[in-house]
Every structure is written in structure tokens, then in C-alpha cells.
């Protein structure tokens, strides 16, 4: 079985550029997460899927950042216009209904804002 | 926000030594969870906690969920080398977002060979 991929792996870009992460998760996981982590630091939650619907977005900072689910499969991670402060590790994971907190991480998406 | 304290910040040992590493919070979570993370890599679950006062194993590893709710232990006994990496507690369900984790720093593991 297929585990959580995302794409790219590296993106470097210079400030005020627009980027784009994209994550397919595990077949029939219906919980979908986007976590960023910051150089020595654990993952904090960006914005929580179930099926399609954004049901926790308070961490997302919206003034720069956008996400979408469609169809409730795939998801994509947006940064329009991207900052220093974005330089990061941007993680998806998925659950589908083992017990709480059990979620399986894709490789991350590595961020370079020059 | 919620906080999760973990020490050490990073340990060094010798093979086969047993390592000990923790976590506290001050608020009560319902689950407590143990994730590993390799370089390149993102976070691999290795146990999960439901219970306060709950004792798990898993392999050389064993957990424990603090009888308070706010405080988890993990210990990895007789370490080797691929025991390297980055050691994150996590807890969910606190409040009504049940599905959300909270992260520690995490505890860096290295192993002299």
C-alpha cells in the first residue's frame, strides 16, 4: 500500500514568489492534515481536512496561505506571496479511523525562501 | 497555546545502553503518542497511549501515559545504532479538537557505535 505522497521535496524560490505543495493521501483516509516544522522544532498543525471540509483552519495564517481539498482526495498547500519566515519543512499526513493521533506522514516538502 | 516540554533536548549514548526521555504538559490530554522522525523523513508513529496509568510496549520500546494525564515516558532498552533520530511526544484530544496533535521539540537521539 501506498503511503502519503507529497510533491515537490525541495522548493527554493525568492521572497514574495507564490508556491504550491500538493499531497495525495493514503487510499481511504478521510483526514488530511498540513503541519509546518520549523528547523528544531516539532510539527504545528496548519489546517485539518475531513472529507473536503476545512474543519480546523485556526492556525492557518489566511492573509498568505491557502489550502483546498477538492473531491475530498488530494490536497494542495498554497503560500501566495512567500516570505523568509516561510523557510520550512511542510508536512501532510493522513488518518482513516484507527485511534486518535495515529496519522501517517508523507517525506515533507523542504521550503527555501531566499 | 498548548505546550508540550520534552527532555532531554538531545542525548548522547553508548550502545546498548537503555535510554530514558519525557514529556510534560500543564493540561490533561486524552492520548499520548510517541513518534519517531528520521532525516529527510517525516515522523513514523511508534506507540500510542488511551489510558492513564497505561504501560506499553512495542519491541525494545515501552510507554507510559502519566496517571495525571499530563506527562508521558518513553524508554528504549539496549539501543543501537538505528536508534538515531529525533523522538517527538505528541497528545491529542484535548478541548473538542480531538484529532488535532500537539507536538513537543523533540528529544535528538545519537549513538556512539
Known amino acids: 500500500e501506498a503511503g502519503v505522497v507529497q510533491s515537490p521535496r525541495y522548493k527554493i524560490i525568492e521572497k514574495k514568489q507564490p508556491v504550491a505543495f500538493w499531497c495525495n493521501p493514503i487510499?481511504?483516509?478521510?483526514?488530511l492534515y498540513w503541519y509546518r516544522q520549523n528547523l528544531g522544532q516539532g510539527p504545528e498543525l496548519l489546517i485539518r481536512?475531513?472529507?473536503?471540509?476545512?474543519?480546523?483552519d485556526s492556525q492557518l495564517p489566511k492573509d498568505r496561505f491557502s489550502a483546498e481539498r477538492l473531491k475530498g482526495v488530494d490536497s494542495t498547500l498554497k503560500i501566495q506571496p512567500a516570505e523568509l519566515g516561510d523557510s520550512a519543512v511542510y508536512l501532510c499526513a493522513s488518518s482513516g479511523g484507527q485511534g486518535i493521533g495515529e496519522l501517517f506522514f508523507g517525506e515533507g516538502s523542504r521550503l527555501t525562501v531566499l | 497555546g498548548q505546550q508540550l516540554n520534552q527532555s532531554p533536548q538531545s542525548m548522547f549514548i553508548q550502545e546498548g545502553e537503555d535510554v530514558s526521555m519525557n514529556c510534560t504538559s500543564s493540561?490533561?490530554?486524552?492520548?499520548w503518542l510517541w513518534y519517531k522522525q528520521d532525516p529527510g523523513e517525516g515522523p513514523v508513529l511508534l506507540i500510542a497511549?488511551?489510558?492513564?496509568?497505561e504501560l506499553t510496549s512495542n519491541g525494545r520500546l515501552t510507554a507510559q501515559f502519566g496517571i495525571t494525564r499530563k506527562d508521558s515516558f518513553l524508554n528504549i532498552s539496549a539501543s543501537i545504532p538505528s536508534d538515531v533520530g529525533i523522538y517527538f511526544c505528541a497528545g491529542a484530544g484535548y478541548g473538542g479538537s480531538q484529532g488535532n496533535l500537539i507536538f513537543g521539540k523533540g528529544t535528538k537521539l545519537s549513538v556512539k557505535p
Open positions: 493540561s490533561i490530554f486524552n492520548t
Open positions: 497511549l488511551y489510558k492513564a496509568g
Open positions: 487510499s481511504g483516509h478521510n483526514t
Open positions: 481536512y475531513e472529507n473536503e471540509e476545512a474543519v480546523d
